[in-house]
């Protein structure tokens, strides 16, 4: 990034590019785990919280290059699994 001096204010160049931001599509077959994490309305940094734990808390994910993805089967599986849990909650 270059700075341009004008007077005794320093400014920032605009970057070269921006950011696409993350879209998530509920119809597609599969999804990055930004678009899991937008869809299902919860932080990157909770997904990964999640996947740390060894009791399978997150969604299975599958390598595809050099992808991560998640099958809308397996986002489907997880938010069952997930909802069990809460009802098994409310009922202890």
């Known amino acids: 990034m270059t700075m341009a001096r004008i007077g005794k204010k320093q400014t920032?160049?605009?970057p070269k590019?921006?950011?696409?931001?993350?879209?998530?599509?509920?119809?597609?077959l599969a999804m990055s785990i930004a678009e899991f994490?937008?869809?299902?309305?919860?932080?990157?940094d909770f997904y990964y919280k999640l996947a740390r734990q060894k009791?399978?808390?997150?969604?299975?994910?599958?390598?595809?290059?050099?992808?991560?993805?998640?099958?809308t089967e397996s986002a489907k599986a997880w938010r069952e699994k997930m909802e069990r849990e809460a009802a098994q909650d409310h009922t202890a």
């Open 12 to 14: 920032h160049a605009a």
């Open 55 to 71: 009791d399978g808390r997150a969604p299975a994910t599958m390598k595809i290059g050099g992808r991560t993805l998640i099958s």
């Open 37 to 44: 994490c937008r869809l299902h309305g919860i932080s990157e």
């Open 17 to 28: 590019y921006r950011r696409k931001p993350v879209s998530a599509d509920a119809n597609s």
